[in-house]
C-alpha cells in the first residue's frame, strides 16, 4: 500500500463524496435462473450443471418463474414500479467463468426502476434514490492455484467450477447519492444492512455476504463542496462484509481526495479492497471502457407480468423492516442504545420469536446478546445457526422464573442444548442441574459458612447486610451452584436475626 | 424396386405390413451411403451400428405386437446442426472437431420417439453459414444431378441424401433458406414450418430468433409425416408456440386447392432470375390455376430490403451465438502449451477453428451491435423485420398462400461464388422474408430448367401456423406434375452416369 491519503476529516472540507452502490443477491430458489440444477451452496465442484448451464451447444434457457416472482417482490419492496413488459438481454464478453461467454442479463429493459428507500444513520434519515433491480444469471467460480495472493495474476493454473453458473441473481443499482458528507461511509454500510434486513424478511435471499449471496460494488467519486457537476468515480469491489463497506469508502474518500488536492485526476478504474490490509489496489482499467453489446436476448421471450399479479405480490410484502423496527422498540420498550444493540447484534428476528414463544423482551435480549451471542462468535455462526431455538430460549426462561434454575445453570442448561442433548427440561433432569430445594441439605449447608466465618455472621448480625455476599458465596459453591441465591440469603438472615 | 429408391410412407406401409424389416431397410440404406457417398459427400458421420441395432429393437417391438409410430422402422438423415448423444457434432465446423455431446436435441428425440432410424450426421455449411455446403470444415457436398454442382445450403448434405437414396427422410434447419434452397437444386422437398413450430433444443444455434428445424423427403407426403413427427411444443424451448400442429399429413393428401387464393409476389421474380426457373414456376402457376385456384397479384414493396436486414440481424446473433466455441470446454484447443494466457489460447483457436464465412459474420455482426452503431444497423434492421412481417399481413389478407421461386438459378457450379460472398448470399433472395417474419414456407420440385437440365424449385408461404396449406399446395403441383423429375426411383443426372460407368 502505497497510496496517499488526505485526513477523512479534511477531505471532508474540501470535498461532498458522491456515492453510487450496485448490490448483488443470489436469490434462494431451489434452482436456477434458466435450468433445474440445484442452487445449493458447497457442493462438490462441477457436480451441479446441465447442458443448459454448461452453455452446450444447442442448450436453451427457460426462465425460472420463482426468481421472476422474488425480483418483483425485491422490486415492490423497494418502491419501484414493475415494468409491465421486459426482456433479458445478452451482455457480451470473453470469460473462462462464463459459460456462453455472454451473460443473460437484463439491460434497457429491468424488471423493476425508480424507487427509494429511507434507512436511519444517528437518528438521521436518509433517502437512497434506487435506479433498478434487474435480473441476470451468476457466473462460475475461478479458483486461480499457484499465485501468492491467489488472483489471476501470478496464478500457474486455474479451476473453473460451473456449480454456480446460473444462479438467479438481482441486481440493486442507486442513483447518485448525494449529501452524505462525513456520513457516506456509514451510510453506505447502513443501506446494504437495511437491504439484508428487508431480503431476509421477504425470504428471497440467504443474504450471506461471507458467502457471497451479497455482494456489493462501492462506487464513489467526490466533488469539490459546492460544486454540483460529478467527479470521476471509482469502484471498489471484494468488500465483502458491513465494516468493509464502510472501511472501502472510508480510504476511497481519503485516497482520492489526496490526489485531487495533489493536482492529480481520478482514474474511472475497478479497485479491490483488501480486508487484511485496509487498503484498496487497482484493478481492471475501465477508462477503454468496454463495450458489451447488449442485445434483447432472442432466445427467451419478453416477461409482462399482469398488473393482477403484480397486487398480488404486492400483499405478500411483509412488514417493511424500517416500520417493524420501530413498531417493535416502541412495543418492546427498550432504549435508543439498547435496541441499537440488538439491530447490530442481528438478534431482532430471534428476540422477536423469543417474545412471541413467551418470555419476557428484557429476558430475550439478554439470552440473545450475552450467552447466546458470545457462543455464536467462538464458532463463528450467526445467531440463526445456533442449534437452539427462540422456543427453547423462552422455555429456558420460564424455568429460571419458575425457580427450577438459576442464571448460573442456565447457562449450563444451554450448553446442553447446543450439545443436542434435547430440550432444556430434558438437559436439567439428564444433568441434575435443578436448584436444591432439599431445606435440610440447605440449612445445614448455611450453618456451616456461619461457622466458618464467625465475622461475617456477626457483621449480619450487627445489621450490615451487605456483608451477607460472601456467606451466600460460600453457600452456592457448596452446592455447586445448585441453589436459590435468593432462599440462601432468606435463610441466613432469618438464622442471623 | 430396391428399397431405398420407395419413399418413406411406402416403406412405412411394407414394415408395417412386415412384408420387409427395419433391419433390411437400415442396411439397404447403409450399403447404399457405402457405395455412392465416396462420390457425393453427403454425410459427415455414419451411425453404422447403432441405427442397426435401433432398427433390431424396431423389429422386435414390432414383432411383439406394440403399437409404433407411423414410421417406425424408417431410417432419416439429421443435419448435423443437432445434438444426438453418443454421434459427433460439429456443425461442420473444425472447432467442434472432437466434441460427442452428452444430450440428444428434442428433433431427434422425437424421431428415436417414433421409432425412426438415425443413419448418421449430414453435412453442412459451417454453423450453417452459406448457400452451397462448400463453407464446411470437412469437404463440399456434391449435387447427384451433376457431381461438378452445389447441392444448396447450408442444407446440402440433407438434401443431396435425398437425391441420392441414400435416406428417404432428412432433417434440417432453415435460418435463411437452408432448407428450402438445397432441396430447390436437388429437386425434393424441403419445408420451413412456423418458426416457434419445431423446437430448437440441441439445434446448435446460428442466429436464435431465425433458426426453425424442418423436414425434408422426396415426397410431399414424405415430408409431411415428417413434419408430423418432429413438430410440436416443447417447454425447454421458451420459443416454442403452444400450440396443435396443423394437419399436415391431411393436407398433403387432400391436395385440393379448389377455390385456394394463390398470390404471386411480384417482387420475386424478374432481373436476376434463370429463365428457366421463370418458365417452370409459370407454368406450375399456371397449372394450379387451372386445377381450381384462384391466382392473384401482390406486392411486398419492404421484400427489398430483406437481404440486408438479414444481414445485419443473422450476424447480430451469429457474433453471440458463436462466443462459447473458445476452447475453454468442448472441442478445438489450440496453442494451449502452458505458456499462454486463456485469453491468447481462445484467441488461436477460434483464429484456426473458424473459416472465413464465420469469420465474416461474426465480425459484421459485432460491428452491428457495438455501441454507436447499434441504432443504426441492428436497431434499423428490426425496424425492416417489422415493415416485411407487415406486407406478408397485408399480402395474406387477399392470399391464402404467396409463391415465388424458391431460388433465382439452378445449382450453380461448385466454385463459382466462393470469392463473391454478395452473389453467394442471393441465393436466398426469395427464402429470407419467410424467415424475418417467422411464417412457413416450403420448397417443391417442379420440373427440371429447359436450359441446363437442373431441378427448380416453387416455394409456398403460408401465415404462421398455416403450414397445411403448404402441403395441400405442394401436394397438388405433385398430382400436376407427373413424373416432373422422371420416375420416382431413377437416379439423378451424373450420379446416374457416374452409376452407370461403374
Redo the contacts between chains.
Keep these: 500500500m502505497t497510496d496517499e491519503l488526505m485526513d477523512f476529516r479534511e477531505a471532508l472540507a474540501k470535498y461532498d463524496p458522491v456515492l453510487g452502490l450496485e448490490v448483488h443477491v443470489e436469490l434462494n430458489t431451489n434452482s436456477k435462473m434458466f435450468c433445474g440444477c440445484s442452487t445449493e451452496f458447497g457442493a462438490e465442484p462441477n457436480t451441479q450443471t446441465c ?1 443448459v448451464c ?10 425460472n418463474g420463482k426468481a421472476v416472482e422474488s425480483a418483483m417482490r425485491i422490486g415492490l419492496a423497494l418502491g419501484c414500479q414493475i415494468a409491465p413488459w421486459c426482456r433479458f438481454a ?1 451482455k ?1 464478453y ?1 470469460y ?1 467463468d462464463m ?4 451473460q443473460t442479463s437484463q439491460y434497457d429493459e429491468p424488471i423493476a426502476f425508480d424507487g427509494s428507500v429511507t434507512i436511519e444513520v444517528d437518528g438521521v434519515e436518509y433517502v437512497i434514490p434506487i435506479e433498478r433491480a434487474h435480473m441476470e444469471e451468476d457466473a462460475g467460480k475461478l479458483l486461480h492455484v499457484g499465485g501468492a495472493t491467489g488472483r489471476i495474476q501470478g496464478a500457474e493454473y ?1 479451476l ?1 467450477d460451473y456449480n454456480r453458473a446460473g444462479v438467479p441473481l438481482i441486481e440493486i443499482v442507486t442513483k447518485p447519492i448525494r449529501g452524505t458528507r462525513e456520513k457516506a461511509p456509514e451510510v453506505a454500510k447502513a443501506y446494504v444492512s437495511f437491504l439484508r434486513d428487508m431480503l431476509r424478511s421477504l425470504g428471497v435471499s440467504d443474504v450471506r455476504m461471507e458467502q457471497g449471496s451479497l455482494r456489493c460494488d462501492a462506487n464513489v467519486s467526490l466533488m469539490p463542496r459546492g460544486e454540483t457537476e460529478l467527479g470521476t468515480r471509482t469502484e471498489t469491489k471484494n468488500v465483502n462484509s458491513l465494516r468493509s463497506i464502510s472501511e472501502a469508502l472510508r480510504y476511497e474518500i481519503q485516497r482520492q481526495a489526496a490526489v485531487l488536492s495533489s493536482g492529480g485526476r481520478i482514474v474511472q478504474e475497478t479497485r479491490h479492497w483488501h480486508e487484511d490490509g485496509g487498503y484498496t489496489s487497482p484493478g481492471r482499467n475501465k477508462e477503454q471502457a468496454e ?1 458489451y ?3 434483447p436476448e ?4 419478453p416477461i409482462a407480468p399482469s398488473p393482477e399479479w403484480v397486487e398480488a405480490l404486492r400483499g405478500t410484502l411483509p412488514e417493511m423492516p424500517s416500520l417493524r423496527t420501530k413498531r417493535l422498540q416502541a412495543d418492546w420498550g427498550f432504549t435508543d442504545r439498547e435496541f441499537g444493540d440488538i439491530m447490530a447484534g442481528s438478534a431482532l428476528d430471534v428476540i422477536e420469536d423469543t417474545v412471541a414463544a413467551g418470555a419476557s423482551p428484557a429476558s430475550a435480549r439478554k439470552w440473545w446478546l450475552t450467552e447466546l451471542a458470545r457462543r455464536a462468535n467462538e464458532t463463528g455462526l450467526e445467531l440463526t445457526d445456533l442449534a437452539i431455538t427462540p422456543v427453547q430460549v423462552a422455555a429456558l426462561q420460564k424455568l429460571v422464573e419458575a425457580g427450577t434454575i438459576n442464571d448460573k445453570l442456565a447457562r449450563q442448561v444451554i450448553e446442553g442444548v447446543l450439545a443436542g442433548e434435547g430440550e432444556p427440561d430434558e438437559v436439567v433432569r439428564s444433568r441434575g442441574l435443578a436448584v436444591v430445594s432439599d431445606s435440610g441439605a440447605l440449612e445445614a449447608a448455611v450453618d456451616r459458612a456461619i461457622a466458618a466465618d464467625p465475622d461475617a455472621a456477626q457483621k449480619i448480625r450487627d445489621g450490615k447486610v451487605q456483608a451477607a455476599g460472601a456467606l451466600i458465596g460460600a453457600v452456592m459453591k457448596e452446592m455447586r451452584g445448585q441453589a436459590d441465591a435468593a432462599a440462601v440469603r432468606a435463610l441466613l438472615l432469618e438464622r442471623l436475626s | 424396386m430396391s428399397l431405398t429408391t420407395r419413399s418413406a410412407a411406402e416403406l412405412a406401409g411394407l414394415l408395417s405390413r412386415r412384408e420387409v424389416s427395419a433391419e433390411e431397410v437400415t442396411a439397404a440404406h447403409l450399403d447404399r451411403i457405402a457405395a455412392v457417398d465416396g462420390d457425393v459427400h453427403a454425410f459427415l458421420y455414419v451411425d453404422g451400428d447403432r441405427a442397426l441395432s435401433l432398427a433390431k429393437t424396431i423389429d422386435a417391438r414390432r414383432a411383439a405386437g406394440e403399437k409404433l409410430g407411423p414410421l417406425a422402422g424408417v431410417p432419416v438423415g439429421v443435419k448435423d446442426v443437432f445434438t444426438y448423444a453418443g454421434a459427433p457434432t460439429t456443425c461442420g465446423s473444425r472447432i467442434l472437431e472432437g466434441w460427442i455431446p452428452p444430450y440428444t436435441s428434442t428433433i431427434v428425440q422425437r424421431l428415436l420417439d417414433g421409432g425412426m432410424i438415425p443413419l448418421g450426421k449430414t453435412n453442412m455449411d459451417e454453423f450453417a453459414m452459406g448457400s452451397s455446403t462448400e463453407n464446411s470444415g470437412y469437404g463440399a457436398t456434391h449435387n447427384p444431378w451433376d457431381l461438378d454442382r452445389i447441392p444448396g445450403g447450408s442444407g446440402g448434405g440433407s438434401a443431396a441424401a435425398l437425391a441420392a437414396y441414400e435416406a428417404p427422410l432428412t432433417v434440417g434447419s432453415d435460418t435463411g433458406g437452408s432448407i428450402r434452397q438445397p432441396a430447390s437444386v436437388t429437386g425434393t422437398v424441403g419445408i420451413k414450418p412456423t418458426y416457434g413450430g419445431t423446437s430448437r433444443y440441441g439445434l446448435v444455434a446460428m442466429a436464435s430468433s431465425l433458426d426453425t428445424p424442418g423436414p425434408c423427403g422426396r415426397t410431399v407426403l414424405d415430408a409431411a409425416l415428417l413434419h408430423e413427427a418432429i413438430a410440436g411444443y416443447d417447454a425447454r424451448d421458451s420459443t416454442s408456440i403452444d400450440a396443435p400442429v396443423p394437419d399436415v399429413v391431411g393436407a398433403a393428401s387432400s391436395a385440393d386447392v379448389r377455390g385456394m387464393r394463390i398470390g404471386v409476389v411480384r417482387e420475386l421474380g424478374g432481373e436476376g432470375y434463370a429463365p428457366g426457373v421463370e418458365q417452370r414456376f409459370d407454368e406450375a402457376v399456371a397449372l394450379l390455376q387451372d386445377a381450381g385456384a384462384e391466382v392473384v397479384e401482390v406486392s411486398c414493396p419492404h421484400f427489398e430490403y430483406a437481404l440486408a436486414a438479414y444481414y445485419l440481424i443473422m450476424p447480430s446473433e451469429v457474433s453471440s451465438n458463436l462466443a462459447r466455441f473458445d476452447a475453454m470446454r468442448y472441442g478445438l484447443r489450440i496453442g494451449d502449451d502452458g505458456t499462454r494466457s486463456a485469453e491468447e489460447v481462445m484467441a488461436l483457436t477460434r483464429g484456426q477453428g473458424f473459416g472465413d464465412e464465420v469469420k465474416r459474420r461474426i465480425i459484421i455482426g459485432t460491428y452491428a451491435l457495438s455501441s454507436g452503431y447499434y441504432d443504426a444497423y441492428y436497431g434499423s434492421a428490426q425496424k425492416v423485420r417489422t415493415l416485411i412481417t407487415r406486407d406478408f399481413d397485408k399480402a395474406f389478407e387477399v392470399a391464402d398462400v404467396l409463391v415465388s421461386p424458391t431460388t433465382p438459378t439452378t445449382a450453380f457450379r461448385m466454385g463459382e461464388r466462393v470469392d463473391d460472398p454478395l452473389s453467394m448470399y442471393k441465393a436466398d433472395l426469395c427464402t429470407i422474408p419467410s424467415n424475418l417474419a417467422g411464417n412457413c414456407a416450403g420448397s417443391f420440385p417442379v420440373g427440371l430448367a429447359p436450359e441446363d437440365g437442373l431441378p427448380v424449385g416453387f416455394q409456398v408461404m403460408a401465415p404462421p401456423l398455416a403450414d397445411d396449406r403448404l402441403y395441400r399446395v405442394g401436394a397438388a403441383l405433385e398430382r400436376l406434375l407427373p413424373n416432373q423429375l422422371g420416375a420416382l426411383g431413377a437416379l439423378p443426372g451424373s450420379l446416374a452416369a457416374k452409376e452407370a460407368v461403374r
Design positions: 447442458p454448461l452453455g452446450l451447444p444447442g442448450s436453451l434457457p427457460v426462465v445478452r457480451n470473453f473462462p459459460t456462453k461467454d455472454f486455474s473453473i463495450d453489446r447488449y442485445f432472442p432466445d427467451l421471450v
